[in-house]
């Protein structure tokens, strides 16, 4: 006979938001790659569902090229975090909420919208 499922795994993770401990079956599987139904040679990473519910689920497309033309400016971290909150504020703004092409192909456009926007 087969064991209940939730009974099957007592290990701990750790979550890599607050960094608690707690049992497996109690995260939330977290992959970085965004394809968590391919496991082959890969390592999870966790959040406890307290943390899990405190993340925005929304898409992440054109994040990663908004970061890394933030960060390629040579930025202090306060100076990074301000112009990222800008350009994040200013997509949010948006009436349809989405991003444009030009959003994910230059991270620079957004910046470059959010300074405009806040009279810079």
Same mark, same amino acid.
């Given at each position: 006979m087969?064991?209940?499922r939730r009974?099957?795994?007592?290990?701990?993770v750790?979550?890599i #938001?607050?960094?608690? !401990?707690v049992?497996?079956?109690? &995260?939330?599987?977290y992959?970085k790659?965004?394809?968590?139904w !391919?496991?082959?040679?890969?390592e999870f990473?966790?959040?406890?569902?307290?943390c899990?519910?405190?993340i925005?689920?929304?898409?992440?497309d054109?994040?990663?090229?908004?970061?890394?033309?933030?960060?390629?400016?040579?930025?202090s971290?306060?100076e990074?975090l301000g112009?990222? &909150?800008d #350009?994040?504020? !200013?997509r949010?703004?948006?009436?349809?909420?989405?991003?444009?092409? #030009?959003?994910?192909?230059n991270?620079?456009? &957004?910046?470059?919208? &959010?300074?405009t926007s806040n009279?810079?």
């Amino acid at each position: 006979m087969w064991r209940a499922r939730r009974s099957r795994d007592r290990r701990t993770v750790i979550c890599i #938001a607050c960094g608690d !401990s707690v049992l497996r079956e109690d &995260a939330r599987e977290y992959d970085k790659e965004g394809d968590r139904w !391919s496991r082959r040679d890969k390592e999870f990473e966790y959040l406890c569902t307290d943390c899990d519910d405190e993340i925005c689920h929304q898409p992440r497309d054109g994040l990663e090229s908004l970061i890394c033309s933030i960060e390629s400016d040579g930025l202090s971290r306060e100076e990074f975090l301000g112009r990222y &909150a800008d #350009a994040v504020e !200013s997509r949010a703004t948006r009436a349809d909420g989405s991003m444009t092409d #030009a959003d994910t192909s230059n991270g620079a456009d &957004a910046l470059d919208d &959010a300074d405009t926007s806040n009279g810079a």
